[in-house]
């Protein structure tokens, strides 16, 4: 069983974010039944940090964990955010595989 870093968009305006949380609770659901770990640094970090005057703390913060996941999914098109945890991946050797085109078949 794979470690899996959720890398997918977040912020937006009100429909869109909570559309963005949506799909990240999705991918992480089909992540688990795939048999695999899920970790989703966005569906947690905002729960208790300013996205507004605290956003770079908590991506920074993702970062850290996902050094020590086996891959990373990314799902949509990279925003700043999710550019920044794929460099870090590429970075750090950690596969990147692009899901973008399932995760629109689980909506």
């Excluded at 550019?83 to 689980?106: C, F, Q, Y």
């Amino acid at each position: 069983m794979k470690k899996v870093f959720v890398c997918s968009p977040y912020s937006g305006g009100f429909v869109e974010k909570l559309d963005n949380i949506r799909n990240a609770k999705t991918y992480c659901r089909h992540i688990i039944l795939e048999g695999d770990y899920p970790f989703a640094p966005h569906l947690m970090y905002p729960q208790f940090l300013s996205e507004a005057t605290e956003r770079f703390a908590g991506i920074k913060a993702g970062i850290q964990f996902l050094q020590v996941c086996d891959e990373v999914q990314v799902f949509g098109e990279p925003t700043e955010g999710m550019r920044l945890e794929i460099a870090a991946a590429a970075e750090a050797g950690i596969k990147v595989v692009d899901r973008t085109g399932e995760a629109r078949a689980w909506r």
